[in-house]
């Protein structure tokens, strides 16, 4: 007896601010990839379906894009991510960067 099927996979891109197209409020939308995987005995061989979505954390309204529209917002979230590497802090207005108060004397 052979054992066949499929399983889903969800990856989870990026986080964009983008207008939704659902309820036209700028919000932050997950760009999402899904992944369809042949499977026997239960051990995922290769993939035969790709898709890409984008979906409203607003109203959680979900729209589907090709796979050229995810890589270019991949590509513009990254290049956003490299202004401010993980682990740097950003400069606010009005704190100084060693901690200190500069309001206090």
């Not at 099927?5 to 601010?17: C, H, I, M, P, S």
């Not at 984008?54 to 290049?79: D, R």
Request: proline share 7%.
């Amino acid at each position: 007896m052979i054992i066949f099927g499929t399983r889903g996979y969800l990856y989870q891109l990026a986080v964009l601010t983008l207008v939704c197209g659902w309820c036209g409020n700028p919000a932050a939308h997950t760009l999402r990839k899904r992944v369809t995987k042949f499977t026997l005995f239960f051990v995922p061989l290769f993939p035969f379906s790709t898709k890409y979505a984008t979906q409203c954390t607003f109203c959680g309204g979900e729209q589907k894009i090709p796979k050229e529209q995810a890589e270019q917002l991949l590509a513009q979230h990254v290049a956003a991510q490299d202004g401010n590497p993980f682990g740097q802090t950003q400069q606010h207005p009005g704190y100084a960067q060693d901690g200190q108060n500069p309001y206090q004397h």
